[in-house]
């Protein structure tokens, strides 16, 4: 009786480890929303060069989201995770004011 005990906890816990992870890696390939509340409060776009310029006169031509600190993508991917929005995708293209030049 004891061995069948241990052996459950063993696979519930193992079951609840790969859960975790699971949600950890679909956060990474959700994209962000220009809707979600945190993308409307730093004025996220999918394409920076659409930024609404009057609004965000920090925005300058050539900066996006694979250029910024923020960007955890590769250089050449067409979207990457993104520090800002908790691991969700944004577009390489895109951009909000969080942005931080790569250094």
Known sequence: MKSSRRIFILMAAGFASSLGLSR???????PVS???ATAQALG???DATKVDKAK?????AG??????QFFQGKADDA?????IYGGKQVN???????YTKKA
Not at 79 to 83: E, I, N, S
Not at 92 to 97: F, K, N, Q, R, Y
């Open 24 to 30: 950890g890696a679909l956060a990474e390939t959700v």
């Open 34 to 36: 220009e809707s979600d």
């Open 44 to 46: 996220y776009n999918t």
């Open 56 to 60: 965000y006169s920090r925005y300058q």
């Open 63 to 68: 900066q996006a989201c694979a250029n910024c």
């Open 79 to 83: 979207a990457g995770p993104c520090q």
């Open 92 to 98: 390489a293209i895109g951009w909000c004011s969080a």
